[in-house]
C-alpha cells in the first residue's frame, strides 16, 4: 500500500480493508512506520518508538473491531504494563507501570497496534506541547507554529498522516484544542464515561477524561463505542445510550436551538478570522434548519477560570511530590514553570482549595439553566489560530526571579505575584472557552469547519448536556456532509522547513 492510499481512509476505513483480506495489518505498520520517520524528524511528535513490537503483533492473529490499524498512545494517563511513561517529564525517563490503563487494554482488545507514545508537556500542565525533557512538538500546517496541547503530539502524528488516530485526554482542552490548530475533529466525553482505571477512579477531580483524536466522526464515535462504560474500579456509572454512536451517525438528527457566544471575558478581542469563522458555522446551522441565537456567556468565566487554577495548581503539586525522587524537587528532575506552579499548589490553604471545588457545582448550575433553554452552546474553540513556538516561554527575569522565590520557599508571595498571574492568564487568554466543559463534566467537541486566511485550521467549539454525546456525534456527521474537511491536510513537512 502506498501512502496517499493509507491516508485515504480513516481508521474504520482500514479496518475494513484489513478485515476484507485488501490489506495485512503488517502492511499497514509499514506505511506508518516509514511516514513517522520521514515527518518526526520535522514534528517532534514521538517521544517513544516500539517498531519491533508492533511489527510483532502485526504478524499474529488480531481481532475486534479495528483490527490491523495503526495507533498511537498519548504519554500521560495511557499505561501499558512495563512501558516507560514519561509524562512529559524528566523524572519519568524511568517509570514504568505496573499495570494497562483500561482504556488502553480496551483499544488493544478492539485489535490496534500500537507503534509508540506521543509527546506532552510535563504533567500536561500547558496547552502548547513543548517540554524540556523531548524538545517542542511542531504542527503540520506550519513547523513553526505548536498543534497545541497536551495532546500535541497526537494531533500532530494525525494531521501529518503517521496513523489515523490516537489517543488523548482532556482536562482543560487538551482534546480540543490540538484539534482546532491541526484541522481534526475532537470530542471530550463527559464525565464517568470513559473509565479511568485502575489506577484511579476519576482523573483530576473528575474533571479529566481519555479520548482520541481524529480525522473522521465516526472514527471518534467507533473509538467512545470501544471504550465507553465503567470499569470494577469505577466510583459510579453513567448510563450508556441505547444505540452504539456509530450507529446513531445513520440516523437524521433532530433540529436543535443553539446559544452562539462569541467573546470571552477572558479575551474580550478573539482573532478576527476565528470569529469569521463562527460567523459562517452559525449560517450553515441555519442553512440546515437548526436555531441559532446571540447569547452572553452562562458562565461567570473570570471566577470559572480560577476556581479551574487553584485545583490545578495543588494537582501538579501533588504530581511533582508524587515523581520527586528527593525531598526537594530542582529543575534538573522538573521544569520551572511545573516547580513555580506545584509551589503555588503546595502553598494553598486546604479552604480556598476546598472553595473552589465547591464552587464548581455553581458552573454547572449555571451550564444546566441554559440547557433548559438551549440544547448546545456554540464558541470558538480558541482565540485564534495555533500560536508561534515558544510564544509562552517565561521571560528571563521572571525566571531569575521564580528561581529566586523557590529558592526561598516563597509559595504564598508566588501566588500573588503579577508576573505568574499575569502569565497564567495570559495562556488562557488564548484558550478561554474549554475548560467550562472541564469543570462542569459535560462532553464537548471541536468540529473543523474553517481556517485564517492564511490557510490554518480554526474550530468551532459545541458544549452539550450530560449524556450529549450522541447529540454532539449526530450534529458534527451533519457538518462533515456540509461541509466536508477529510481531505483538507497539509502540505508535506520535511526537516529544512524548520530553521
Known amino acids: 500500500m502506498r501512502f496517499d492510499e493509507y491516508r485515504a481512509h480513516d481508521a474504520t476505513g482500514l479496518a475494513q480493508l484489513v478485515a476484507s483480506g485488501d490489506v495485512t495489518a503488517a502492511e499497514l505498520v509499514e506505511v ?3 511516514r513517522a520517520r ?21 504478524a499474529g492473529a488480531l481481532s475486534g473491531p479495528m483490527a490491523g490499524v495503526p495507533f ?81 503530539g497526537s494531533a500532530a502524528a494525525v494531521a501529518s498522516g503517521i496513523v489515523p488516530v490516537a489517543g488523548a485526554s482532556d482536562g482543560g482542552g487538551s482534546i480540543r484544542i490540538p484539534a482546532a490548530y491541526c484541522g481534526l475533529f475532537g470530542l471530550k466525553p463527559g464525565r464517568a464515561v470513559v473509565p479511568a482505571g485502575p489506577r484511579a477512579g476519576e482523573m483530576l477531580f473528575g474533571s479529566a477524561v481519555t479520548g482520541v483524536l481524529t480525522r473522521s466522526v465516526r472514527d471518534s464515535a467507533a473509538f467512545l463505542d470501544i471504550v465507553r462504560g465503567a470499569d470494577d474500579d469505577a466510583p459510579f456509572e453513567f448510563a450508556a445510550p441505547s444505540t452504539p454512536h456509530v450507529e446513531a451517525l445513520g440516523r437524521p438528527g433532530p433540529r436543535l436551538r443553539i446559544g452562539v457566544a462569541a467573546r470571552s471575558a477572558l479575551n474580550d478581542a478573539p482573532h478576527p478570522d476565528v470569529l469569521a469563522a463562527l460567523d459562517r458555522a452559525r449560517d450553515l446551522l441555519v442553512e440546515l434548519g437548526h436555531t441559532v441565537e446571540e447569547v452572553a456567556s452562562p458562565f461567570d468565566e473570570e471566577q470559572l477560570a480560577r476556581d479551574f487554577l487553584v485545583p490545578w495548581f495543588v494537582h501538579l503539586a501533588a504530581e511533582v511530590s508524587s515523581a520527586s525522587a528527593t525531598a526537594r524537587p530542582t529543575t534538573t528532575e522538573f521544569e520551572l514553570d511545573t516547580l513555580v506552579l506545584a509551589e503555588i499548589g503546595r502553598a494553598t490553604r486546604a479552604v480556598d482549595h476546598d472553595a473552589a471545588l465547591a464552587r464548581w457545582q455553581d458552573h454547572v448550575r449555571a ?17 485564534g489560530p495555533a500560536p508561534l513556538i515558544g510564544a509562552f516561554d517565561t521571560p528571563f527575569v521572571e525566571r531569575v526571579g521564580a528561581r529566586l522565590a523557590l529558592a526561598l520557599r516563597l509559595g ?8 505568574v498571574q499575569d502569565a497564567v492568564m495570559r495562556s488562557l487568554s488564548a484558550v478561554p ?14 468540529v473543523p469547519l474553517s481556517a485564517t486566511v492564511d490557510g490554518l485550521p480554526v474550530g468551532v467549539h459545541f458544549l ?15 457538518l462533515e456532509v456540509a461541509r466536508p474537511w477529510f481531505d483538507r491536510i497539509p502540505a508535506d513537512v520535511v526537516s529544512e522547513r524548520v530553521g
Open 412 to 419: 504564598p508571595i508566588l501566588g500573588r505575584l503579577g508576573a
Open 367 to 383: 451550564i444546566a439553566a441554559f440547557h433548559r433553554r438551549f440544547d448546545l452552546l456554540m464558541t470558538p474553540t480558541t482565540a
Open 72 to 152: 498511537l498512545l498519548k504519554d500521560l494517563f495511557q499505561a501499558q504494563a512495563g512501558i516507560v511513561e514519561t509524562s512529559g517529564s524528566r523524572s519519568g525517563a524511568s517509570s514504568r507501570p505496573r499495570v494497562t490503563d483500561t482504556v488502553v487494554q480496551r483499544w488493544l482488545d478492539a485489535g490496534v497496534i500500537v507503534l509508540g507514545r506521543t509527546a506532552v508537556p510535563e504533567f500536561g500542565a500547558k496547552g502548547v506541547t513543548e517540554p524540556q525533557a523531548h524538545g517542542a512538538t511542531r504542527n503540520p500546517w506550519d513547523p513553526a507554529r505548536t498543534p497545541g496541547g497536551s495532546s500535541g
Open 433 to 446: 472557552y474549554t475548560q467550562s466543559a472541564n469543570l462542569t463534566g459535560r462532553p464537548a467537541m471541536s
Open 32 to 34: 506508518a512506520i516509514a
Open 464 to 478: 452539550a448536556p450530560p449524556g450529549g454525546e450522541t447529540r454532539l456525534l449526530v450534529l458534527a456527521a451533519e
Open 38 to 58: 520521514e515527518v518526526d524528524p520535522t514534528l517532534n511528535a514521538l517521544v517513544q518508538w516500539q517498531e519491533d513490537a508492533a511489527r510483532v503483533r502485526a
